[in-house]
C-alpha cells in the first residue's frame, strides 16, 4: 500500500517559469510533511517542510501549499532555473507518534528546467 | 562537523556473501535510519533507531541487521546478500521528530 503518491514522475519547465508537483497520503496520522531534493550521486536534502497547522510555507522561490481536508500537498517553485533540475521527493511522517520511524516517501519527480 | 558519512561508497558482492555498510554522524542525533533507493520506488525505509541500544523494522527489514551501540553509528549487515538486494542505500540522522532528516551520500550496492 503506497501511502504517499506522488505526480508527476517527469516534468519538464522552462527556464522562469513555474514548477509544481502534487503530493496524496493516506495515512491522516500523518502530520509532518517534508520535500526532499537530490542531485545526481547525492544523498536526499531537505528543501521545505509544512505541518498541518497551516496552509501555505513560503521560503524564497519554493511555496508549499497544504490541502488537510483533501489530504494533498503541493510544491511550487517560481521562477524555476537550471540549477533546480533534480529529483524531488515528498515525504509524511507522525510527529505526534515521536516521528522517529522515518519518512514514508513518494515515488519522486525528475524535474528539468529548460534554459 | 562533517554530517553523515556512509562507506564504502561503492562495493560489489557476490549472491551469499555478508557485508556491513557503515554510518557514522557527528551531530549527537538520537534519530537514525537506513533506507534503500531503487528506480521508480522512491526511497523506503529499511530500520530505524531511537537511540543507543534501540532498534525497530522498518517497511523492508527482510535480510538486514542493524545494531546501535553508540549514538553515532548505525551499522547496517546484509548476512546472506542476494541480487534483490541491489541498490543504492541511504543514512540518515534526525536531532527529533520535528526536525529534518540529513541523508549520508550514499553506499551503491550491486550483488551479482
Known amino acids: 500500500q503506497q501511502q504517499v503518491k506522488q505526480s508527476p514522475q517527469s516534468l519538464i519547465v522552462q527556464k522562469g517559469g513555474i514548477s509544481i508537483i502534487n503530493c496524496a497520503y493516506e495515512?491522516?496520522?500523518?502530520?509532518?510533511f517534508p520535500w526532499y531534493q537530490q542531485f545526481p550521486g547525492k544523498g536526499p536534502a531537505l528543501l521545505i517542510a509544512?505541518?498541518?497547522?497551516?496552509s501555505e510555507k513560503k521560503e524564497g522561490r519554493f511555496t508549499i501549499s497544504f490541502n488537510k481536508s483533501a489530504k494533498q500537498f503541493s510544491l511550487h517553485i517560481m521562477d524555476s532555473q537550471p540549477g533546480d533540475s533534480a529529483t524531488y521527493f515528498c515525504?509524511?511522517?507522525?510527529?505526534?507518534?515521536?516521528?522517529?520511524?522515518?519518512?514514508?516517501f513518494g515515488k519522486g519527480t525528475h524535474l528539468i528546467i529548460q534554459p | 562537523n562533517a554530517g553523515v558519512t556512509q562507506t564504502p561508497k561503492f562495493q560489489v558482492l557476490k549472491t551469499g556473501q555478508s557485508m556491513t555498510l557503515q554510518c557514522a554522524q557527528d551531530?549527537?542525533?538520537?534519530?537514525m535510519s537506513w533506507y534503500r533507493q531503487d528506480p521508480g520506488m522512491g526511497l523506503r525505509l529499511i530500520h530505524y533507531?531511537?537511540?543507543?541500544?534501540?532498534?525497530d523494522q522498518g517497511e523492508v527489514p527482510n535480510g538486514y541487521n542493524v545494531s546501535r551501540s553508540t549514538t553515532e553509528d548505525f551499522p547496517l549487515r546484509l548476512l546472506s546478500a542476494a541480487p534483490s538486494q541491489t541498490s543504492v542505500y541511504f543514512c540518515?540522522?534526525?536531532?527529533?521528530?520535528?526536525?529534518?532528516?540529513?541523508f549520508g551520500s550514499g553506499t551503491r550496492l550491486t550483488v551479482v
Open positions: 551531530m549527537n542525533h538520537e534519530y
Open positions: 515525504a509524511a511522517s507522525e510527529i505526534s507518534g515521536g516521528g522517529a520511524d522515518g519518512l514514508t
Open positions: 509544512i505541518r498541518p497547522d497551516v
Open positions: 495515512n491522516t496520522a500523518f502530520d509532518y
Open positions: 533507531s531511537v537511540g543507543a541500544g534501540i532498534t
Open positions: 540518515a540522522s534526525s536531532e527529533g521528530a520535528n526536525y529534518g532528516y540529513t
